[in-house]
């Protein structure tokens, strides 16, 4: 017979006793749905097609809506009309508003077609390939499509003295990176703003109610709890004897 609160023999494995509420307390989170890969590559695939589309639009109002540089060929040279003009910045901001006008026009449109199925990276990606593609294209297109880049033959086929427009070029190329960058910033603030929530899982403390082991678990929201069950009556380790019989002597 083992003794009572005896120590452990030594080299004995101790085992933890285990915990009740260890079953009901389940703090991992829950395992997130994974998107199909195709869906993802086909949004992304559409939206850079139309990045690039948008960008034959740009590039078409840049080269249409662009200052020009005016150039006069004199007979020692070809020369400057305005020497001091701001053509040439005026075409690269032109070109940065263009592209900013187009991030925040191409994330709008990508925003409220995906919003029900919760955006996702696709999104982002697509966006941002079609906005460097988009703003490659727009620039090259508004170069080849502009005057031609030989000034000496410009300024033979204008003739002497006679003001002729030179190459549209874009001095900064930094402007190229504007739609693409405005287009992720205007989709994260919809998505902050405007995109779909996904529930909160709820907290530890909020699931069924530990009611002891072996006993069924009570949800306090619904209305089917069982009652308690009344405690059987224990007797009374010394009962009493009826009113006016005293203890029985020995015999």
Known sequence: MTVPNTPAEPGAEQVPDADPY?????LREPPRERRPLLPEVKIAAVL????VLLGVVVGLLWLWLAPRVMLVAASDAIRYVD????????ADSLFALLGLAAGAVSALAAFLL???????VAVAAGLTAGGVLGSLLAWQLGVRLGPSTDVVANAKAAGMGVQFSAAL????KGALMVWPMTALVVLLILSAAFGK???DPPPYWAGPEWTGPGEPAVHPE???APAPAESAEQPEENPKPPTGQGPTPPA
Do not use: I, S, Y
């Not at 260890?22 to 389940?26: E, F, M, V």
């Not at 020497?83 to 005026?90: D, K, L, N, T």
């Not at 070029?169 to 900064?172: D, E, N």
């Open 114 to 120: 995906t919003r029900a199925r919760g955006g996702g």
């Open 22 to 26: 260890a079953a009901d307390l389940d």
């Open 169 to 172: 070029q874009l001095g900064a």
């Open 197 to 199: 929530r996904e529930e």
């Open 48 to 51: 850079t097609v139309a990045g």
């Open 222 to 224: 619904d209305g089917n």
């Open 83 to 90: 020497p001091e003009g701001e053509q040439r910045a005026g």
